[in-house]
């Protein structure tokens, strides 16, 4: 099993960045493939970028946003750059014991309890 927390969210300028972390706790951290995923209000939760064997992005973050692991200090990070309004929601990191990380959340057996991000015009 692993424990998730998620910090590291706030307000910011559309432009500015956030460097969002995912502490995670469980004797078997490095055999996880990791996920961060975003809800904005009245939308569905969205797969934002994963890390295991490859890293992968959605579309709407490739080149803006940079998922990386330290696994010496069991910490997921997601170094959001360039943020714009539509990035404004509640983050999400989420594990599973998956090799390469999967892009719906069914696949994902944990998760933590989100860190709000929001990004003013």
């Known amino acids: 099993q692993v424990q998730l927390v998620e910090s590291g969210g706030g307000l910011v300028q559309a432009g500015g960045s956030l460097r969002l972390s995912c502490a995670a706790s469980g004797r078997t951290f490095r055999s996880y493939a990791m996920g961060w995923f975003r809800q904005a209000p009245g939308k569905e939760r969205e797969f934002v970028a994963g890390i295991g064997a490859v890293t992968d992005y959605a579309d709407s973050v490739k080149g803006r946003f940079t998922i990386s692991r330290d696994n010496a200090k069991n910490t997921v990070y997601l170094q959001m750059n360039s943020l714009k309004p539509t990035d404004t929601a509640v983050y999400y990191c989420?594990?599973?014991?998956?090799?390469?990380?999967?892009?719906?959340?069914?696949?994902?057996?944990?998760w933590g309890q989100g860190t709000q991000v929001t990004v003013s015009s």
């Open positions: 989420a594990a599973t014991m998956r090799s390469f990380p999967p892009k719906q959340e069914g696949e994902f057996d944990y």
